[in-house]
């Protein structure tokens, strides 16, 4: 059985603090690369581990998916990289996603980078964790479903021990890497804190 809390654990994280904000999670598949990039970019798969999707999922396509983010396929280099836009509804602003996928022997390096222009109101309560632990979710969705796993139930996962070990995990690894890319103790505290109570907010709360 997967260890959830070890595939977060296990997972690099990194963060430039700037005008535009840019996270990047990279983690290792035990998959074929074109396993990966096949459950990244067939509207079929995707549905089965983050998100049924709309549109046309090609060069320059245009892409929605259900409840979450949308936007255009900038950048498709099979097997090994995309980019797209990546905006909630209207939403202004730079915001981009791409992900790079590399062959070691059997396995596979998966790199996503989000460069985006967040509101100060969000930077300030939540830091990088507001949007970095919904990335770790994601990917640890993909996990289960390249090792044959079922897709964690999303509405009750939070609500479960594991889950909630999972998302505590998550938010301070994200805190880690907020104090590594210079950003105060306390602050960085405060967004963790922040952080958990969203995404596992406590029972009754």
Known sequence: MMDMVDEITRAHRKLSDGEHKALVIRRRYEAEVEDVWDACTDADRLKRWFLPV???LRLGGRYQFEGNAGGEVLECAPPRRFKVSWAMGDAPGLSEVEVELTSEG????L???HVAEVPPEMWEGFGCGGVGVGWDLGLLGLAL???GGEKVGED???LTPEGRQVITASARAWGEAEEAAGIPADRAA???AA???FYAPEPGA
């Not at 059997?106 to 390096?109: C, F, G, Q, Y």
């Open 54 to 56: 709309s549109g046309e």
């Open 106 to 109: 059997s396995a596979t390096w």
């Open 111 to 113: 790199e996503l980078r």
């Open 145 to 147: 479903h390249l090792s």
């Open 156 to 158: 009750t996962f939070h």
């Open 190 to 192: 405060a967004h963790v």
């Open 195 to 197: 952080v958990t109570a």
